[in-house]
């Protein structure tokens, strides 16, 4: 089992950045494939990015492919989530996930075990 401690959002204007982190409890970190999602007010939960256990592979929403980014240090039980070019449609909680399913990068949240928190992202225009 797996605890996630999603931080870094806030506020930031239209063309800024923000790096998110997830803190992960557990000797067992290196084994999950590892996801960022968001939701926004009335939207269902989205996906935004997956790196697969060892982090040789990637996955991105083609809304956030070129300005975003997801790695992670096992050594520190750590997820980033690198933010570029932020809009104003990138407003939302964001979430980290974590799943043993599979080797490969999962881009559905029912494939997820765990979740984080959130962490909210604001993003004036």
């Known amino acids: 089992q797996v605890q996630l401690v999603e931080s870094g959002g806030g506020l930031v204007q239209a063309g800024g950045s923000l790096r998110l982190s997830c803190a992960a409890s557990?000797?067992?970190?290196?084994?999950?494939?590892m996801g960022w999602f968001r939701q926004a007010p009335g939207k269902e939960r989205e996906f935004v990015a997956a790196?697969?256990?060892?982090?040789?592979?990637?996955y991105y929403a083609d809304s956030v492919k070129g300005r975003f980014t997801i790695s992670r240090d096992n050594a520190k039980n750590t997820v980033y989530l690198q933010m570029n070019s932020l809009k104003p449609e990138d407003t939302a909680v964001y979430y980290c996930?974590?799943?043993?399913?599979?080797?490969?990068?999962?881009?559905?949240?029912?494939?997820?075990?765990?979740w984080g928190q959130g962490t909210q992202v604001t993003v004036s225009s």
């Open positions: 790196i697969s256990w060892g982090g040789r592979s990637t």
């Open positions: 557990g000797r067992t970190f290196s084994t999950y494939n």
């Open positions: 996930a974590a799943t043993l399913r599979g080797s490969s990068p999962r881009a559905a949240p029912a494939e997820y075990d765990y």
